[in-house]
């Protein structure tokens, strides 16, 4: 099984909320990432997590905020958005060490208004 | 600089038309390199990685190859199902993906 889940699969939001992007995988994977991905572009890498721990954080504004609570959970709180941050949000996990190969999730469409 | 550069940036070929796609990099000591198809709106579908010069590997329609500066993806006898954005990505440090090649199979 390589499935990485997401949740929600869609997500409207004004400025002034508060919400999460939740992800789920179930391979044993002990590094998960958060990329944002625009239209027509390649996925931009956002934060690393390896054992539960942030390992990687790419200068991400901290109107994002990543969250680990176990090996196998990893989210993202969301807080006074801007319309420019309306993108998919891709969850992906891995291996840590030897084979790193990630397997994504199907995302999350978010739009920012 | 680390990079990944993939060409063409789109492809439209006739459905049976066979073609490759190529993916060429420059990092100090890769890890794996990876090729992922992408529907539109959709995550990155895992379809192989390589880690060593001369490695290859197929999946149905499609076959990736690897040398020390550039890797392929050979895709025969195309189907319009293939239609996708087909995506390389390199890992050192991190891993750094290209911008992809827009591929489109006319039936």
């Known amino acids: 099984d390589t499935e990485v889940t997401q949740t929600p699969k869609h997500l409207v939001m004004g400025m002034t909320n508060k919400k999460s992007l939740k992800c789920e995988q179930h391979?044993?994977?002990?590094?998960m990432y958060w990329y944002k991905q625009k239209a027509k572009k390649p996925p931009e890498l956002m934060f690393v997590?390896?054992?539960?721990?942030?390992?990687i954080n790419e200068s991400v504004p901290s109107r994002f905020s990543p969250e680990c609570p176990n090996s196998s959970l990893l989210n993202l709180h969301l807080h006074a958005l801007q319309p420019e941050d309306s993108a998919l949000y891709l969850c992906a996990s891995s291996q840590v060490g030897g084979k790193e190969t990630q397997y994504f999730g199907p995302g999350t469409r978010l739009l920012v208004l | 600089e680390d990079q990944v550069t993939q060409s063409p940036e789109a492809l439209r070929l006739q459905e049976g038309e066979s073609s490759s796609l190529n993916c060429s990099y420059t990092?100090?000591?890769?890890?794996?390199l990876f090729w992922y198809r992408q529907d539109p709106g959709k995550g990155p579908e895992f379809l192989f990685t390589l880690y060593s010069a001369g490695e290859e590997k197929e999946k149905e329609r499609l076959k990736a190859t690897l040398t020390k500066k550039e890797s392929f993806l050979h895709i025969t006898a195309p189907k319009p199902e293939d239609s996708a954005t087909y995506l390389c990505?390199?890992?050192?440090?991190?891993?750094?993906f290209g911008k992809g090649t827009r591929l489109h199979i006319l039936p």
């Open positions: 391979m044993g994977h002990r590094a």
């Open positions: 990505a390199v890992q050192d440090d991190k891993i750094i």
């Open positions: 997590y390896s054992y539960e721990k942030l390992s």
């Open positions: 990092v100090s000591g890769l890890r794996g």
